[in-house]
């Protein structure tokens, strides 16, 4: 039986009172990015209508300016059925200010399109950034890669030993607010819509796998989240310590599952500051 849909802890907006303003930021954020920085807007890596991403460049340097630049590839959350890249251009306000070109993916929405779609679609959206971006004065041997809520779900399969990514290695990962156990989400206000099977949850949950030893991790939650949150937060980073990795595990005060997210794009927060340290050690990893 599901959840009450009143007690749901995986129902956002029923825990975070500003969650519509906290929205309109993310949007008028992210039109104040696309006003102030270079960039180039839906630029293909695929033939489907949402297989689009946007680059984003510092003010000096890319394209024509100096090469080898690192880059930093961010995964929109919206528990894979809402939102889109255009809503989260402010992160590249954070990656810019580290000095690295930022990348912001899109990718086809559930329940239309089903979860393998979506990790096919991320997989070679990235492909696609370490064969290109090199001509547009990036660096895809210093890559790195953020994702919140789903987004964050979606970047550690960029970072699994299940299947080979010849075309590219991420070699720092940060993750914020994600979900890494799919399982409880079938017990949720989400199911009706998203319809998890038991074939999809076992293929696609992160915890269920082993990931890269040769990537840093960093994993986040916002102090306010529900417990399902600082639970699989806390979990996947004992895991990914005990397959071997290195990650580091902050909860980040004051915060909740979508303030944390529009801090990502304040480089002197302390979401902002870790995901510029993730990009700086991307540079010496690469």
């Known amino acids: ?14 825990h975070v009172a500003e969650f519509d303003d906290v929205v309109d930021a993310f949007r008028a954020s992210s039109r104040a990015t696309r006003r102030n920085l270079r960039f180039e807007i839906d630029v293909p890596y695929g033939g489907g209508p949402a297989e689009k991403l946007d680059i984003f460049y510092p003010l000096a340097g890319g394209v024509r300016g100096s090469a080898g630049l690192p880059v930093h590839i961010f995964i929109h959350g919206g528990y894979w059925r809402m939102f889109s890249k255009d809503d989260f251009s402010y992160i590249a306000d954070t990656v810019t200010a580290a000095g690295a070109i930022a990348v912001i993916l899109d990718y ?3 329940p239309k399109h089903r979860m393998a779609l979506l990790i096919d679609q991320v997989r070679r959206a990235t492909g696609w950034v370490a064969r290109e971006i090199g001509r547009r004065g990036g660096n895809p041997f210093s890559m790195s890669v953020s994702g919140h809520s789903a987004g964050a779900h979606l970047a550690t399969w960029l970072v699994d030993q299940r299947d080979a990514h ?14 890494y156990d799919l399982k409880p989400l079938q017990q949720s206000f989400l ?20 990931h890269r030893k040769d990537c840093t991790y960093s994993i986040h939650v916002g102090e306010d989240e529900t417990a399902p949150f600082h639970d699989q937060a806390a979990h996947f980073d ?12 902050a909860v980040i005060p004051a915060t909740n599952h979508m303030t944390s997210a529009l801090a990502l794009g304040n480089p002197f927060s302390a979401i902002g500051k870790s ?6 050690k991307s540079q010496l990893n690469g």
Request: with cysteine; net charge negative.
């Open 275 to 280: 995901l510029t340290s993730t990009i700086h």
């Open 108 to 110: 086809a929405l559930m």
């Open 166 to 179: 010849p075309d590219y290695r991420v070699s720092g990962c940060l993750l914020l607010g994600g979900i």
């Open 1 to 14: 039986m599901l959840s009450d849909v009143s007690k749901d802890p995986f129902r956002t907006r029923d």
């Open 238 to 249: 004992r895991s990914l310590i005990t397959g071997g990795c290195t990650s580091a595990f």
């Open 191 to 210: 199911q009706p819509d998203l319809a998890l099977s038991d074939s999809e949850v076992s293929q696609w949950t992160p915890l269920a796998v082993s």
